[in-house]
């Protein structure tokens, strides 16, 4: 969802926008201190609303990208010189709101999973993920349409919860979602079936596992006047491809956290870099709302809602750029 209509319905729905707690101490970090230009300005007609970006497992060149809400329920292959190279229409489904996409490996084969996620006024009884193989070039390009393998309805155990941010774990079978909305976000995991997946569809309650409490508000006033609070909502995430590393998009940055050996279960203390971005109030990187890694893990991509979006490449900072946590870890 745009910033601007996420404001309208956030003071709508919630009335006053919460203070998040400032708990970590942050320093910038940028592999250069140039700012991020875009590799190609993705001129598509229906590509209007991105709100999911996920690198493809089968062609190192290629992403793949979803429209949010409104939008016919499809998907996007896009090269990264910005040629539109498939539009795959997921069969059976339809695009309540649309906002994240994610792509990963199991049973040997890759895999695309569309996160029907978003849940503005908190009234979903469920939200929905679609799981399907990565579409594959054949002879006469990509296909046209692709069809669910695993439809999976997820339920949250204390109330419905607006996410806009999902990722895949591979090690632990378990999608990883990220709530919007409250202050600290919340993370909750919900278990994948197990396989094979022959166009069932499961129903599963998912688990809240942590509360962000070192996450910390960026200073300052983003986009049309709104506060930080606002500003520092996720918007997006994504692991890198040997999970080491998870990215968090939010309107104003991006934000990076090392996983540890023992996994994400030590998210709740983890120490976030901060990877600064041009001020949303400015210039053509706005209303920001898809990341992914890039196959090889060397960059990370990031695209904004809006006609005309850019399609950017930036650098993970190095890993001696991390600052103390001042929460020991648990």
Not at 20 to 34: I, Q, Y
Not at 115 to 134: Q, V
């Amino acid at each position: 969802m745009s910033i601007s209509r996420a404001a309208s319905l956030c003071a709508r729905s919630y009335g006053v926008l919460a203070v998040w707690s400032l708990t970590l101490p942050v320093a910038p970090c940028r592999a250069s201190s140039e700012p991020p230009a875009p590799l190609a300005i993705l001129k598509h007609d229906e590509l209007r609303e991105l709100s999911g970006l996920a690198a493809s497992r089968v062609r190192p060149d290629v992403v793949w990208a979803v429209n949010d809400s409104g939008h016919p329920p499809v998907l996007y292959g896009i090269r990264t010189n910005g040629e539109v190279v498939a539009r795959v229409e997921l069969a059976d489904a339809h695009n309540e709101d649309w906002e994240d996409l994610a792509s990963f490996g199991r049973a040997g084969e890759a895999w695309l999973l569309v996160a029907d996620c978003g849940d503005n006024l908190a009234s979903r009884d469920h939200i929905t993920l679609w799981l399907t193989p990565e579409p594959r070039p054949g002879a006469a390009g990509y296909p046209t349409t692709a069809w669910p393998s695993l439809v999976m309805r997820v339920t949250f155990p204390d109330a419905p919860r607006d996410v806009e941010s999902v990722a895949v774990d591979e090690p632990s079978s378990q999608v990883l979602l990220l709530s919007k909305r409250d202050s600290p976000p919340r993370l909750y995991a919900a278990e994948l079936p197990p396989m094979p997946w022959t166009g069932q569809t499961a129903v599963v309650e998912a688990r809240r596992v942590a509360e962000l409490r070192t996450w910390t508000r960026p200073p300052g006033l983003v986009q049309g006047g709104i506060t930080g609070a606002l500003g520092a909502q996720p918007t997006a995430m994504d692991f890198d491809p040997i999970h080491r590393r998870l990215v968090v998009l939010t309107y104003t940055d991006a934000w990076l956290w090392s996983v540890p050996v023992e996994g994400w279960a030590k998210i709740e203390s983890a120490v976030w870099r901060r990877i600064p971005l041009p001020d949303p109030r400015e210039g053509w990187l706005r209303r920001r709302e898809a990341v992914a890694w890039s196959r090889d893990g060397a960059a990370i991509f990031l695209t904004t809602e809006g006609r005309d979006p850019p399609l950017v490449r930036i650098e993970p900072p190095a890993e001696s750029t991390a600052v103390p946590s001042a929460h020991p870890r648990r």
